[in-house]
């Protein structure tokens, strides 16, 4: 399985981004899917959770304006982050977890003040 991450960019303040994380293999469609942010100097930490079945758990930083969706057949998984903030800058990655894991690589996310 592959992930590829995609969608950062710079944007203002407020703004809003999409990421996407498209995999290639069908255990994709079975395994939690997972978004994970890192900022400079800081460990790597968990934004949002989700298994297979059931609902996402977000990080309380990122509560009511982020939103983490799935689309099976396209085998992908979107993070929605409106109401952007400069703390949510960081590199994010994409994680699916099961019987075997993966990362994807990472995308830059910069937020300007």
């Known amino acids: 399985v592959q992930l590829q991450a995609s969608g950062g960019g710079l944007v203002q303040a407020g703004g809003s981004l999409r990421l996407s994380c498209a995999a290639s293999?069908?255990?994709?469609?079975?395994?939690?899917k997972a978004w994970y942010r890192q900022a400079p100097g800081k460990q790597r930490e968990l934004v949002v959770s989700m298994t297979s079945g059931g609902s996402p758990t977000y990080a309380d930083s990122v509560k009511g304006r982020f939103t983490i969706s799935r689309d099976n057949a396209k085998n992908t998984v979107y993070l929605q982050m409106n109401s952007l903030k400069p703390e949510d800058t960081a590199v994010y990655y994409c994680?699916?977890?099961?019987?075997?894991?993966?990362w994807g690589q990472g995308t830059q996310v910069t937020v300007s003040s």
């Open positions: 994680y699916s977890f099961g019987k075997t894991d993966y």
């Open positions: 293999g069908s255990i994709f469609r079975m395994n939690g």
